[in-house]
């Protein structure tokens, strides 16, 4: 993995798994998230069963830049605020 | 008054007091570490649900927030929660209504709302929702 790539963590439905190509560190959170779904919608995240529905969109993005025993890496897990917190409804 | 949570285990107990320092009087902020306590009690198979507390008096309601991160929890977990609301004087138990059984549109989803009578937890959430007070 080069230093600017990262590994990309999932937990969905009760299971968790990695990506099994790195991305670009940079990537946005749209990006991550539509390379997600595409790979937990045919079945190639180890761990997790294919899942025609996957939806991430209320999933947030961990970043975590690397440190001498571990490579970038990102998480997608779910948001976890509660009450009247601002958010853009489009 | 500031929002605070608790993740209850499927005896009612207490399994962990959610207090982080940059909670207000109306949010709990998106907080990682509150992921991996939900998650962490999922895998040891003690996770019943998640309360939090809302200001003021009267029966409390979800916001829009509170609901769609009950789904994205849950979407996460692959299991429905219960999720309690307490006010000053009313808790209600929140839980998901099962997927084809509403068809109002717009609203992806949708939890059915019940006025409880107070958990034994009640007491310490209410209590813990008062600025300056500890676990």
């Given at each position: 993995?080069n230093?600017?790539e990262a590994k990309?963590?999932?937990?969905?439905?009760?299971?968790?798994g990695?990506?099994l190509?790195?991305?670009?560190?940079?990537?946005?959170d749209?990006?991550?998230?539509?390379?997600?779904?595409?790979?937990?919608?045919?079945g190639?995240?180890?761990?997790?069963?294919?899942?025609s529905t996957?939806?991430?969109?209320?999933?947030?993005?961990?970043?975590?830049?690397?440190t001498?025993?571990?490579?970038n890496?990102?998480?997608?897990?779910?948001?976890?605020?509660?009450?009247q917190v601002f958010?853009?409804?489009? | 008054?500031l929002?605070?949570?608790l993740i209850?285990?499927?005896?009612?107990?207490p399994?962990?007091?959610?207090?982080?320092?940059?909670?207000?009087?109306v949010?709990?902020?998106d907080s990682e570490?509150?992921?991996?306590?939900?998650?962490?009690?999922?895998?040891y198979?003690?996770?019943?649900?998640?309360?939090h507390s809302?200001?003021?008096?009267g029966?409390?309601?979800?916001?829009?927030?509170d609901?769609?991160?009950f789904?994205?929890?849950?979407?996460g977990?692959?299991?429905?929660l219960d999720w309690?609301?307490?006010?000053q004087?009313?808790?209600?138990?929140l839980?998901?209504?099962?997927?084809?059984?509403?068809?109002?549109?717009?609203?992806?989803?949708a939890y059915?709302?019940?006025?409880i009578?107070?958990?034994p937890?009640?007491?310490k959430l209410?209590?813990?929702s008062e600025p300056?007070?500890?676990?």
């Open positions: 993995m230093d600017n990309v963590n999932v937990t969905f439905s009760g299971a968790n990695d990506l190509e790195p991305v670009p560190f940079s990537a946005t749209a990006e991550i998230k539509s390379w997600v779904t595409e790979a937990v919608t045919n190639s995240v180890p761990g997790i069963p294919a899942t996957a939806d991430f969109s209320d999933f947030v993005i961990d970043r975590f830049a690397a001498e025993i571990r490579p890496l990102l998480i997608l897990r779910p948001k976890t605020p509660f009450g958010e853009i409804i489009r | 008054m929002e605070t949570g209850v285990g499927h005896h009612d107990e399994l962990y007091w959610h207090v982080p320092n940059d909670r207000t009087v949010s709990l902020p570490t509150l992921w991996g306590k939900l998650w962490a009690h999922f895998k198979g003690s996770l019943k649900g998640f309360a809302h200001p003021g008096s029966i409390p309601s979800p916001s829009h927030t609901v769609t991160t789904a994205a929890i849950e979407t977990l692959g299991v429905p309690w609301i307490t006010s004087d009313h808790v209600v138990l839980r998901r209504v099962p997927p084809g059984s509403h068809n109002t549109p717009g609203f992806q989803h059915f709302s019940t006025v009578e107070a958990p937890w009640t007491e209410r209590r813990l300056n007070e500890e676990i």
